[in-house]
C-alpha cells in the first residue's frame, strides 16, 4: 500500500474514532444529568421525611 492510502485510512479511522468518542460523551452527559436530578430528588424526599418527623 502506498502511503497516500494508509494516510487516508488512519485519517477516515480516527474520524470514526472521534465520533465514537464523541457519542460516548454525549452518553455521559445524560447520564450525569440524570444521576443529578435522582440526587436532587433523594434530598428532596429526605427532607420531605424529616419535615414530617418532626
Do not use: F, P
Not at 25 to 37: C, G, N, P, R
Not at 41 to 51: A, F, M, P, Q, Y
Amino acid at each position: 500500500m502506498s502511503k497516500m492510502t494508509n494516510i487516508v485510512k488512519l485519517s477516515l479511522n480516527s474520524k470514526i474514532i472521534t465520533d465514537e468518542l464523541n457519542g460516548i460523551a454525549e452518553t455521559l452527559e445524560t447520564q450525569t444529568d440524570a444521576i443529578k436530578q435522582i440526587n436532587n430528588d433523594v434530598e428532596l424526599n429526605r427532607i420531605i421525611v424529616g419535615h414530617n418527623q418532626q
